[in-house]
């Protein structure tokens, strides 16, 4: 399982036009899941992005977590395992089949009480990256 996490002062996600999914200062979560993931390492990855110490404290370093003031949206993105070492087209054979992502997908935003878009839908997402800062974090 793959997160590319994104400090954000907002973001939203649109499906046909309609906004779907929006917050304010927080986190914009890509979560990629493959075909060995299970609910173990879904719980795992959930629970250490809840716990990421990435935003300022007041003394200006990054050392706080999310807390109760801040959100997070979270997309569902097969592309994060798009392999691109042979040719131009990438591959997602490593992706899992949406039967499998699927119900992972809403276990991860159901754990962290996200915000998200639509599962399988051509998603238009915005974002203000606050940093920016952007992690890329996996779990076999």
Known sequence: MRALIQRVSSASVSVDGAVVGSIGPGLLVLLGVTHEDDEAICDRLADKVAALRIFEDADGKMNDALGPDREILVISQFTLYGETRKGNRPSFITAAR????????????????AQGGIFGAHMEVTLVNDGPVTLLMELP
């Open 98 to 113: 949406p039967e499998h992502a699927e119900p992972l997908y809403d276990r991860f935003r159901d754990r962290l009480g």
